[in-house]
T-cell receptor
Framework: GQNIDQPTEMTATEGAIVQINCTYQTSGFNGLFWYQQHAGEAPTFLSY??LDGLEEKGRFSSFLSRSKGYSYLLLKELQMKDSASYLC??????????WGAGTKLIIKP | GAVVSQHPSWVICKSGTSVKIECRSL??????MFWYRQFPKQSLMLMATSNEGSKATYEQGVEKDKFLINHASLTLSTLTVTSAHPEDSSFYIC??????????????FGDGTRLSIL
């Protein structure tokens, strides 16, 4: 079956750095997406990786290793507004998006 | 760009009522739209894939007669929850991609509809 694993919850301190990991086992691979979802709101797109390596977008970076079936989202200079759930999603060989359960990130002052 | 509008944001209605939710891509054409349901503290669950001009593709376990989907144009898809019951209460979210399912285009989400059936 297809599976995406990410930690259920993480806690970090304002101003610090946090890394949210995602491992996947899917039938084929056509890209990995990270989304942010605040409580009670719809997800918003953060990043896309299809080749190995690091993609940087301001305070957020996303890394992919296809051989390891592994990605991480790195958040720097954490702000209170970064408290949200972070969803990892993979497009499989049929271009269907498979979603992880999300990681709830709690930022403390 | 890539704005998706979903309406209404909130619905509270009596059991047995049918509820229609609209999803519009405002600044791009979407041949494919997606309908999700999300229960509190749970992940997104894909209900169906809506294809313009053809029948929707429903995920296993989703009743097509209960959740009617119509995708009559390249910018509008609707989800109708027929004869809704309290167990249908959930957060319903639509999304759309610029080039459908393929490619590196992300899905852009509407703001969601919170449905409460009394």
């Amino acid at each position: 079956g297809q599976n995406i694993d990410q930690p259920t919850e993480m806690t970090a301190t304002e101003g610090a750095i946090v890394q949210i990991n995602c491992t996947y086992q899917t039938s084929g691979f056509n890209g990995l997406f990270w989304y942010q979802q605040h409580a009670g709101e719809a997800p918003t797109f953060l990043s896309y990786n299809v080749l190995d390596g690091l993609e940087e977008k301001g305070r957020f970076s996303s890394f992919l290793s296809r051989s390891k079936g592994y990605s991480y989202l790195l958040l720097k200079e954490l702000q209170m507004k970064d408290s949200a759930s972070y969803l990892c999603a993979v497009k499989d060989s049929n271009y269907q998006l498979i979603w992880g359960a999300g990681t709830k990130l709690i930022i403390k002052p | 760009g890539a704005v998706v509008s979903q309406h209404p944001s909130w619905v509270i209605c009596k059991s047995g009522t049918s509820v229609k939710i609209e999803c519009r891509s405002l600044d791009f054409q979407a041949t494919t739209m997606f309908w999700y349901r999300q229960f509190p503290k749970q992940s997104l669950m894909l209900m169906a894939t809506s294809n313009e001009g053809s029948k929707a593709t429903y995920e296993q376990g989703v009743e097509k007669d209960k959740f009617l989907i119509n995708h009559a144009s390249l910018t509008l898809s609707t989800l109708t929850v027929t004869s809704a019951h309290p167990e249908d209460s959930s957060f319903y979210i639509c999304s759309a991609s610029r080039t459908g399912e393929r490619g590196n285009q992300p899905q852009h989400f509407g703001d969601g509809t919170r449905l409460s059936i009394l």
